[in-house]
């Protein structure tokens, strides 16, 4: 990585992940000279399979990475839910035309390598890259804001960007609150896909299966070559209040009873390593001072709306965006520099809400898929009665990413399964 210069940077960003990257890019990208911390020896990333929408891979677009990151990832003809209990399908999203509704693909790629695309962009970029910093506090400061280090340094700029993820030690300066437990875990399971094309998979498509308090996620990887298979589940464990949950005892009894597809994918996932699912309540404010949160510092969600990853290139981008805007009229006015007061003012008008809505509606949507009894048949009947080609649920998530606060809430994908009646003995 890149030795760190004795100039101080104009801005200083945590953390080394996709988020980190992302902004320390899409800020090097305005003029700016911007110094990045990770904690780890080496950068890289740990876990499978990300998809990214429309709204992100519209962002990659405008950066110059898209076309690179085709030939990294894979770009599905479709995304297909189903019944885990009986293998039925329920709706499906038709991800060609949603490309041409959105003007971008949907596509799923190793988060290792939608990861390394950003580190070699801020390469290119010039951004000062360094590791084993492990950042322990923030200070504002007179002229802008610090960070300290483990090791007993400290560096300045004239902003702090925490990306710092779930454990931010920066959000603890905004409030003070806690990881909330799901009790749900992940389980994951990439392989060459040689190992599964006699397991009734598709190899064009993401297909999810939703069944009672369990999911099972599938997809193909790095362009057909490798296949991600994702389990999650309710752990009893976690639920009776003890430590050690979601251990691999768990796993096969989670899906016991389910659907043939799930039953041949078990036996391929990881079992050395799972994750269990926390997120944070939403919080409305990111800024103190000239310190501001970015990704999972800020909104750590479920995985439900697969979002994470996004919000957080979403993040850098709109902060970007504002410094630009806010560099140009000072600028014009005959000044210089950048009014970090009205960009950070602006950012935090816009991405907080926004947030707020996709942790909540990813709640809300993981609840939907985990139902049971007469709530599943209710669920399916009106799943089964969406259009394929509806958007309605989908253009403010999809849509263009908003630089401005929305005049209107947009509308949350809420099903009233209440609502639902059943033919008699649909409910067994």
């Not at 740990?46 to 962002?59: D, E, K, W, Y």
């Not at 970029?125 to 084993?132: E, I, K, S």
């Not at 253009?395 to 639902?420: M, N, Q, R």
Request: proline share 5%; hydrophobic share 40%; glycine share 10%.
């Amino acid at each position: 990585m890149t030795e760190t210069t004795t100039a101080r940077p104009d801005v200083i960003v945590v953390g080394g992940g996709i988020g980190g990257l992302s902004a320390a890019l899409a800020l090097s990208r305005k003029g700016l000279a911007v110094r990045l911390h990770e904690r780890a020896k080496e950068f890289g990333e740990v876990g499978a399979g990300l998809q990214i929408a429309s709204n992100c891979t519209r962002i990659l677009d405008y950066y110059g990475l898209l076309d690179e990151a085709k030939t990294l990832g894979v770009l599905p003809q479709a995304m297909v839910m189903k019944d885990a209990v009986d293998g039925s399908e329920l709706t499906r999203l038709d991800l060609l035309d949603l490309e041409r509704t959105y003007g971008y693909p949907y596509m799923v790629i190793h988060r290792s390598d939608l990861h390394g695309i950003f580190l070699r962009a801020c390469q290119r970029a010039g951004v000062d890259l360094l590791t084993d910093q492990q950042c322990v506090g923030y200070e504002n400061t007179p002229t802008g804001a610090k960070a300290f280090f483990a090791d007993g340094h400290e560096e300045a700029a004239e902003v702090v960007i925490a990306a710092d993820g779930m454990h931010s030690v920066a959000r603890g300066m905004i409030v003070q609150d806690e990881p909330v437990n799901s009790s749900y875990v992940a389980y994951r399971g990439a392989v060459t896909i040689d190992k599964v094309l006699e397991n009734q998979v598709s190899t064009t498509d993401v297909v999810v299966y939703i069944g009672p308090r369990c999911h099972f996620v599938q997809y193909p990887l790095r362009g057909g070559e490798m296949f991600n298979q994702v389990a999650v589940f309710q752990s009893p464990k976690a639920v009776a209040g003890e430590e050690d949950w979601g251990t691999p005892d768990e796993l096969d009894a989670a899906f016991e009873g389910m659907c043939e597809p799930i039953q041949l994918g078990l036996p391929l996932m990881w079992r050395d390593r799972w994750w269990r699912m926390f997120d944070r309540n939403p919080i409305l404010n990111w800024v103190n001072g000239r310190i501001a949160l970015l990704g999972d510092a800020a909104h750590p969600p479920l995985q439900y709306m697969a979002q994470g990853a996004i919000m957080a290139i979403e993040d850098g981008w709109v902060l970007a965006e504002h410094v630009g805007a806010q560099h140009a009229q000072r600028t014009a006015d005959g000044g210089t520099g950048v009014d970090w007061g009205s960009a950070l003012a602006a950012y935090n008008a816009v991405r907080p809400e926004h947030c707020r809505r996709v942790l909540s509606t990813g709640r809300v949507w993981g609840e939907l898929w985990h139902v049971d009894g007469v709530k599943r048949h209710q669920r399916n009947v009106i799943l089964r009665g969406r259009d394929t080609y509806d958007y309605t649920y989908t253009d403010w998530i999809y849509g263009p990413t908003a630089l401005t606060p929305d005049e209107e809430p947009p509308l949350y994908p809420i099903i009233p399964l209440d609502s639902v009646r059943l033919p008699e003995g649909a409910d067994a």
